[in-house]
Every structure is written in C-alpha cells, then in structure tokens.
C-alpha cells in the first residue's frame, strides 16, 4: 500500500526539506543550492523507487481503489520526477528563478500532482490529481513577476485551464450519473456489458477529452501553448512541454483504454475514437504548418509540441498494444529530447538576452558544446537516428499501420517531412550563419552542463539501445492489455 | 566468435568521428591525421573483407547477429556478399581518397571530418545491413549529415538551397520507403525485420503490387531515378569536393542497393510488374541525363548530370531482369564510384585554383596540372565505357543484358515484342555518343588549349597527397578494366542470390 505512493511521499519530504532550507540559508547565493537539493533529491527518489517500489504483478485497486500500482503509472511518475529534477537543474541559473525557495516547492507540488495523475484510477482521484498538478504550474507560468509576458503566460495559462477543467469535471459528473460509480474501471465494465450507452455518454466522454486534451495540446484545445510556451520563464516551458504533457497522456491513455475499451473496436466508442484520430491528425498538421513561419524559438517549439503530441496520440488512438508501448516509447524520448531543447534555449537566451531564431546566428562559433546539444536535440525532434526520435516516430506509425490507419501513418510521415525543414532552419542559423557577437564565447554553469550532458547521452541512448526503454514502455501497456 | 569486422568497419568512423569532436577545435593538423588514419584503417579493413570473402562458397560471409530490440523482431544483422562487398570497399576507397583532398579544409575541420565520418558509418551500415530496420536506421544516418555538410562548407551561391532540396527529397523518399517496409512488417506476419527472413515471406500479389512501388521508388529517389533526380546535381556542385565525392560515388549507390536488396530482392513478383516502368524511367535517366549534360557550361554540373546518366545505366541493368544486367549494374556501382570520385576531386582541385567552373573560361590547365589531366582522362574513357578500363566490364554487360532482357527467364510478367529490348539498348547507346562528347569537350577545353591570361601564376601545382588519392583511384579503374576477373565472379555470385530469389537459377 505505501509502495503504491512511496515516489509522492517522498516528494513531499524534499518539499518539507526545501522549505525547511529556504528558511536556514537566509544568503540569496546560498538559495541557489536549494536546486543541487531539489535535483539531487529527485535523483534518490528515482533510485528508491526503482529500487523499491517497482510494481509487482497486479495488486489491484488500492486506497480505495483510488489508485492503481502499475507499470503505466510507474513509467510516468518516474518521468515527471526525472523532468522536475532536470527542470531545477536548468531554473538554478535563471535570474527570476533559480534563487526563490517558493519555485522549487511549487514545481515538487505540481510533480507530486503529476505522480498521482499517472496512477489514479478513480474520477475524484484524477480529479485532484490534474488540479494539483495544474495550479502550481499556473503561478509557475506567471512567475517572473517583472516581465508582462511571464504575467500575461499564467493568467493566460490559468483562465484556459480553468474553463477546461470545469468542462471536464462536468464530463465527469455526467459520467458518474450515468454509471453510479467513479471507478475507472467500473465504468470500463459497465460500457462492455452495455449497462452503460447510447450518445450521452459518448458526449461526457468528449467532455472530458477537453480538459485531457487541453493538457496535452491536442487541436483544438491548444490555443493557450504558444503563448503560455512563449512567456513563461523558459525553464518553466521545458517542464509544461515535457512532464505536464507526459501526465496528460498518462491519464489520456488510462481514460481512454481502461474505461473507454471499445475506442479500436465499432459502435459508441469507436466513435470516440475516429474523432480522436481526426483531432491526433489535425493536431499534427496545424502544429507543423504554423511552427514553419515562426520566428520566436520559444513559439517555434511551442508549436513543435503540439505536433509532437498530434504523433503520440497516433499510438493512443490505435488502442493497441503496441500504439500504447510506442507512445509511452515516443514520450520517454519526448521527455529527454524536449528538456534538451528548452535547456539550451534557456541558455542561449539568457546569454544573448533574446528568443528570436536569428539570435542563435553564430552560435556554433560561440559554443560548441551547447550546439551540440542542440543539434541533437533538434535532430532527434526532427526523427533523425541515432536519437531517440527516430525509433519512436517510427512505431507510433508502425502502430498505426497495424490498426490499419495507414491513412493516419501517412498523414503522420508526410507531417514529419515538413517537421525536418524548420528544425534544419534553425540549426541553420546556428551553424551557418554569422553574427557580430561570434567571437564572445557563452560560458555554461555547472548545473546547465550537468543537465545538458545527461540530456544528450539520453538522446544518444534511447536512440541506440532502445530495447530497455522499449521494455519499460511494454511494460506501462501491459497494464490495459 | 570470429571477428566483429564489419561491425568494426561499421563503427570506426563513428568512434573516431566522436573521438575528433573533443580533440580542441584549434589543433587542426592533429586532427586531419586522425581523420586519415582513421581512414586508412577502414579502408585496409576493407580490403580485407573484400578479398577475404569467398565466391566459391557464397552466401552471407563475416556473418553477425545480435538482439536489438527483440521484442520487435529487430536485430543488429550483418554480413557481406557478392554484391555488397564490392560496395563496401568502394566507400572505404572513397573516404580514404574524400580525407586525402580534404586537407586544407580550414573552416572547423573538426565538425568538417566528424560529419563526413558519421556519414560514413551510416553509409557502411546500409551495405552490410540484413535487417530490414537496421537498414533504415544507418540510412537516414546517411543522409543527414549531407545537409550539414553542404550547408557550412559548400558552394556559397547555392549551398542552402541544395542542401535543403536534397536533405527534404531523401527524406520523402526514405519515408515513403518506410512505410512500404512496414507494410511488409505486418504483412509478412513473421514479426522480424530480417531480411533472409523476409525473403521467404511469399507476400501476396496484391499486397507485392503497391508495397513494390513504395519501397523500390522511395530508395530511387537517392539513387538519382528521373523524374526524382533533381535534387542530385543541384547537391552535387553545391557540395565541396569531399562531399560531392562521398555524394556521388557512394550514397547514391546506397539508393540503388537499397532498392535492389529491399524492393526487388523482398518483393519479387512486385518487381516483376513494375520492372517495364522502372526500365522506362531508367532509360530516361540514361539519355536525358546525357544530353543535359552535354549542354552543361559549368564543369562541376556536366559531371553531376554524368551522374544521372550513369546511376541510370545502373537503374537500367537491374530494369533489364536478366543476369547479365544485374552482374553489369552491379560492376556499374562501383565502377561509377570510383570514376565519379575522381571526377570531382578532380573538378575540386580545377575549381580551387581557377576559381570559375565556367568551361568556356578554362583552358590550357593541363600544363600545370599534368597529374589531374591525366587522371581524368582516364576517368573520362571509363565513363565513355572504353574497352581495357573499369567502365566497359560495367557497361556493355548492361546493354546485353537489356538487349538480350526479353528473354530472360525471370521475365515472367512482359509480353513485348521480340525487337522491343534491343531497341530500347540501342536509344540508351545513344548516351555513349553523347558521353564521349562532353568528356572530350571538357579535356580539350579545359585541360589542353590556350590557358587565359588571368590563370598564369594562378594555377598552383596541387599537393603530394592529392597526386596519392588521383592516383589511387585511377589506378583501381585501370586494374578492373585489366583484371575483371578481380571483381566480376563476385558479383556473379551475389546476382546468383538475386536470382534464386526470382525463381530462376
């Protein structure tokens, strides 16, 4: 029972510990270790729970059957605490950030919200989970108090949030009329028994697709990404882009295959689940299209990972086996790729003081290492192997080929050709073209380096050896086949 | 175990490629040695599993495997036979010879050689990969660092635009490729990428007849098939001179091997319906490839559009479905390899010192550059398809072998009239005629007659190790004109795998 929830527990601990820190070290320079803290103490709580609290066979319903011990839950609690710990890496250095107590305890919060989002089987649970996951990354948005963008990101970020949630909790109630229970679960046998039908649940169920697909930027929820991608403090952006989105596929693919199983068969469901298709086909392509004319990197990759997560839910929507393991795959390369990008955007921003593309002119010249890091990232967003991009586009389409969407896969291949010419725009300006500036080098701190380093052999891992992570990822699908 | 030497071959450019990225940018020289004894290295390694292998035997030899993602079915499977160790020996020639002429690249040669070598380790992938996945894996590792490469240090007037137009081109083709592979993933119900496997599969007819067309077009595209060759001559005068060399000589080979092994050897009868197409483009290449180069006025885009014609007459042996096309489209690839190779260095080293690529304003170089005259002499009798160089034992066996393709008894699947093949030989003869006059324009213009008076003193001899790399792959040119029997029963091995796979012996 408490293995069940052992990752949040000790979250919570390093959130006390913070706390307790950020009232010792009175010293602003002293403040800024409270992220070697944070990271650090994310790293033992992933080797503690991987050591310890790895799930087991089924356990079943626990706490009331208000969460599941699963691999599903597992892989995605582990990737929202690896993206906090890399997040705090990245925040140490940035002036708004790195030396406010309160940043890293609200991004603990929201992570131990992201935990309980991956493993939460009951409506009320995933309720909770998703708000307090939600709220502390609205005031993380709007952190940077001085800059009006920052302001103007979480105001933004808050007003969509909360419309989408009050929708999806309505969905919710809808859901729990229909069926007298909350139990994910419950409602999955309900639907397969056909005690529960008919095109009233199929409406609650597109409800709460809103508020799940607000999350994850799917078409046409995403309209608060750019924006909120563009002012929030950008370490701030790698966390939204990566682990927020990485729990909302979690509880998407729990919603959408634990008590909506018919999405790859016929009738009601499978209603539910061509619209779904359609939005995953939409999401990539409106995604790609505006990205090309962006001339703001933050905006640029904004738009990116709304395409990025048009490609998981191809795996979502085959309800597969495989769809699911590769989007899980795509997600956990997603995670390492993402936080690479927005790490050095953060870097080179702060460095030259502006987020347009043609800032990053002559980067080359100005840092090897960090363009590097950056080629590879892009490259691996762009599908290119050795990096983990590539494996994983590959078989969210081989998913959908499987299900028999080729139309789907193709769609997603001819998005991936537009994809690779606007990662190959930017990497342009940093390799090809010149700039005034060149011959000032930019120097990296320690934990940028640290951060990037590990980010970059990740890449460069999943890419190359992917069985293990291939494994993790059949694992969190074993959970719903 | 025996010895991992493909996988060493495979990876030594990687490792040293990474290896050169630590080493400080400003170490320029230590750099360059490295590159070339990296190099040097993989090209003895080469040379060593081209003449180690054994025709006698056949079949897959320096055979590795192992688990890559088994779940999937996905391996890490390689192993040479006789049509892809002479391949792999040709990208060993080539990128000893592309480091040779590289040398006083000076804008970041550690990015320079590190690219070029990552490009060659996907390069080498591709030759010896048996799995189907692996194989696309090393391909797309092929093709994008060629984006990079021309992009930073190519021709400045248009090295975005080509670099773009090539990375986006192979890249559609790659992806479309890819989604007939996985078609064939499915299809087959074995779940394994092996290829040996996949060969065994007896894909139905109707699942042959569009997954064909996907997978063999997808990989033409890098071969320089018309209608999509036009991403190849742009890339290649944009590319500088090492690049252009690796572009030409050996990653459009890549395009044509992936097509013979993934499209005609795993989907036979898809080949069979398809092949009066592919014989119908080929010949397009072939002659309009040909004539454009004749009109040509910049040296470098003559012999991009020679490429065209060329990779053509290879599309074209294969498009003949006889075992004499496919031994002559084998000898095709690497004679072409070499001969190309040469041809760029070559243009690389007139380019460099002229400073123009115009034919009309060169003139008279051979009397400082003796060396690269009469290299490319050479070279220019190979590609005219000379009797006694490399170029005839490829050649010729391509137009018998489409003269003679009515009759092949792998042929099922045509109905032609008995004249129509040998007509279709003597339209693609045309393009000899048409080769020799271009070769023989630019030897005349650009390396004999009066050398203009803003040249003198300009054009500097070139350096001992270009001589070497000149050399070296003039001699090899020579040597199998000579010799054919030291690559020709090889490669008649290999056809005899194809053949199997076609139910004819």
Redesign the interface.
């Given at each position: 029972m408490i293995l069940a929830v052992l990752p949040e527990l000790l979250l919570l601990v390093l959130a006390g510990l913070v706390l307790v820190f950020d009232m010792l070290w009175k010293d602003e320079a002293a403040k800024r270790n409270l992220g070697w803290l944070t990271a650090g103490g994310t790293l033992l709580i992933l080797l503690v729970s991987w050591g310890a609290a790895r799930p087991v066979g089924d356990p079943g319903p626990l706490w009331g059957g208000m969460i599941r011990h699963d691999w599903l839950g597992f892989v995605f609690k582990s990737i929202a605490i690896f993206g906090a710990g890399i997040t705090a890496l990245f925040a140490m250095d940035t002036e708004s950030l790195g030396k406010k107590g309160e940043f890293y305890i609200l991004l603990l919060t929201s992570t131990i919200g992201m935990a309980f989002m991956a493993s939460s089987a009951d409506l009320i649970m995933l309720f909770l989970a998703i708000e307090t996951t939600s709220i502390p990354l609205y005031v993380l948005a709007g952190f940077s108090k001085a800059d009006d963008k920052s302001t103007e990101a979480g105001f933004k970020y808050l007003l969509f949030g909360a419309m989408t949630s009050s929708v999806m909790l309505y969905g919710f109630s809808l859901l729990y009329g229909f069926a007298g229970t909350t139990d994910l679960y419950a409602l999955a046998q309900g639907l397969a028994s056909g005690a529960l039908a008919g095109p009233a649940v199929a409406v609650a169920g597109l409800m709460v697709l809103v508020g799940f697909g607000f999350k994850v930027s799917m078409v046409p929820f995403h309209f608060w990404t750019p924006d909120v991608y563009e002012g929030s403090p950008t370490p701030v952006t790698g966390f939204l882009s990566t682990a927020s989105k990485a729990a909302g596929f979690a509880v998407l693919i729990r919603f959408m295959l634990a008590a909506f199983p018919g999405v790859g068969g016929s009738g009601m469901e499978a209603t539910l689940g061509i619209m779904l298709a359609v939005f995953a086909a939409f999401t990539m392509t409106l995604g790609n299209t505006i990205a090309l004319v962006q001339n703001n990197i933050k905006r640029l990759l904004a738009y990116s990972s709304i395409a990025h997560a048009g490609y998981i839910l191809i795996g979502v929507v085959a309800a597969t086996k495989l769809g699911v393991t590769s989007a899980v795959f795509y997600l956990i390369a997603y995670l390492f790729t993402n936080l690479a990008a927005f790490g050095v955007v953060s870097i080179v921003g702060r460095a030259v003081g502006s987020d347009e593309v043609t800032a990053y002119s002559g980067l080359?010249r100005r840092s090897?290492g960090l363009s590097?890091a950056m080629l590879v990232a892009f490259?691996s967003l762009a599908g290119?192997?050795?990096l983990g991009g590539?494996v994983a586009k590959?078989?969210v389409?081989?998913a959908a080929?499987?299900a028999n969407m080729?139309w789907l896969?193709?769609v997603g291949?001819l998005n991936?050709?537009v994809g690779?010419?606007y990662y190959?725009i930017v990497?342009?300006y940093v390799?090809?073209y010149r700039s005034d500036d060149e011959d000032k080098a930019i120097k990296i701190s320690r934990p940028d380096a640290l951060a990037l380093g590990i980010l970059t052999l990740g890449i460069l891992l999943i890419g190359t050896i992917?069985?293990p992570w291939?494994?993790f990822a059949?694992a969190a699908a074993a959970a719903l086949f | 175990m025996a010895f991992p030497i493909l996988s060493i071959i495979v990876f030594t450019p990687l490792a040293a490629g990474l290896l050169l990225l630590l080493v400080p940018g400003e170490k320029q020289n230590e750099i360059r040695v490295a590159a070339l004894g990296a190099a040097a290295f993989t090209l003895l390694l080469s040379i060593f599993v081209y003449f180690g292998y054994d025709e006698g035997v056949g079949g897959y030899q320096f055979v590795e495997k192992y688990g890559w993602l088994p779940q999937l079915g996905v391996s890490y499977y390689v192993g040479v036979d006789g049509l892809n160790a002479p391949l792999v020996l040709l990208t060993g020639i080539v990128m000893f010879t592309g480091v040779l002429i590289s040398w006083k690249i000076d804008d970041r040669p550690r990015e320079f050689f590190a690219f070029l070598f990552i490009l060659a380790t996907g390069v080498f992938g591709v030759f010896v990969a048996l799995d189907l996945f692996m194989l696309f894996f090393f391909y797309e590792i092929a093709v994008f660092p060629m984006y990079l490469l021309i992009a930073i240090w190519g021709w400045k007037v248009t090295r975005e635009y080509a670099a773009m137009k090539l990375t986006l081109y192979l890249f559609i083709g790659s992806v479309i490729a890819l989604v007939g592979a996985l078609g064939m993933y499915f299809a087959s119900g074995l779940g394994t990428f092996d290829m040996i496997a996949l060969e065994q599969a007896n894909f139905s007819p109707g699942f042959q007849a569009w997954a064909f067309p996907m997978v063999f077009m997808g990989f033409a595209v890098l071969g320089g098939l018309f209608p999509f060759h036009n991403w190849s001559p742009v890339g290649h005068v944009a590319a500088p001179t090492a690049v252009s060399m690796f572009h030409a000589g050996v990653l459009m080979k890549l395009g044509a091997f992936a097509a013979l092994r993934v499209g005609m050897m795993l989907l036979p009868q898809g080949a069979q319906m398809w092949m009066p197409v592919v014989l119908f483009l080929a010949l397009i290449n072939v002659v309009y490839g040909a004539f454009i180069a004749m009109v040509q006025t910049d040296f470098k885009y003559v012999i991009g559009y020679s490429s065209v014609s060329h990779m053509g007459l290879v599309m074209f042996g294969l498009a003949s479905m006889s075992r004499t096309g496919f031994v002559g489209a084998g000898m095709q690839m690497f004679s072409h390899g070499v001969m190309t190779a040469l041809f760029f260095a070559a243009v690389g080293m007139v380019y460099d010192r002229a400073h123009t690529r115009e034919i009309p304003k060169l003139g008279g170089i051979a009397k400082n550059l003796p060396v690269v005259a009469v290299t490319f002499i050479i070279g220019g009798l190979v590609s005219m398809g000379m009797p006694g160089f490399s170029g005839f034992v490829a050649e010729f066996p391509i137009f018998m072998g489409v003269w003679g393709g009515g009759s092949s008894p792998i042929n099922t699947n045509w109905n032609f009239a008995a004249w129509v093949m040998p007509l279709i030989a003597i339209i693609a003869a045309i393009s000899i005629v048409v080769t020799a006059s271009y070769i023989i324009r630019i030897i005349r213009k650009v390396f004999f007659g009066e050398m203009p008076a803003e040249f003198e003193g300009h054009i500097t001899s070139i350096s001992a190790l270009d001589k070497v790399a000149l050399i070296f792959l003039a001699t090899i040119l020579i040597l199998l004109g000579i010799f054919p029997s030291l690559m020709v029963p090889m490669v008649e091995s290999g056809v005899e795998n194809v053949l199997r796979l076609f139910g004819g012996a």
């Open positions: 080359s090897s590097l490259l290119v192997p050795p590539f590959v078989w389409f081989a080929m499987n080729i896969a193709i291949v991936a050709i690779v010419y190959l990497l342009k390799y090809l992917f069985a291939w494994g059949d | -």
